[in-house]
């Protein structure tokens, strides 16, 4: 069955960075676009950042963007959030999620596959 594990949460101070990853498994990985998405306590969950199933054209929120990076490296079925300059407002459990369609996807309900989450809590 399909199988996505997010990790590389944790707390870090404002200002530092975390990396997150994603391990995919009982999926045509490269038939597949990612997205990373994050949900703060009493939020609904968010966009955070899309990328390609070849990793060659990637989209980002507003408000992670010139801080977040997103990559993939189909060889080995991860994606990857790079995350700098992190800020208190980041804090939340991302999660990262995969979907078949071929346009861009911001929208949760687009996507067909879900990592359990990760926490991530900045501290000021």
Not at 87 to 93: G, L, N, Q, R, Y
Not at 102 to 108: A, D, E, H, K, L
Request: one cysteine or more; hydrophobic letters at 30%.
């Amino acid at each position: 069955q399909v199988q996505l594990v997010d990790s590389g949460g944790g707390l870090v101070q404002a200002g530092g960075s975390l990396r997150l990853s994603c391990a995919a498994s009982g999926l045509t990985f490269s038939s597949y676009a990612m997205g990373w998405f994050r949900q703060a306590p009493g939020k609904e969950r968010e966009f955070v950042a899309y990328i390609t199933r070849s990793g060659d054209y990637t989209y980002y929120a507003d408000s992670v963007k010139g801080r977040f990076t997103i990559s993939r490296d189909n060889a080995k079925n991860t994606v990857h959030l790079q995350m700098n300059s992190l800020k208190p407002e980041d804090t939340a459990v991302y999660y990262c999620a995969a979907t078949p369609r071929i346009s861009i996807s911001t929208s949760s309900n687009r996507y067909d596959y879900w990592g359990q989450g990760t926490q991530v809590t900045v501290s000021s």
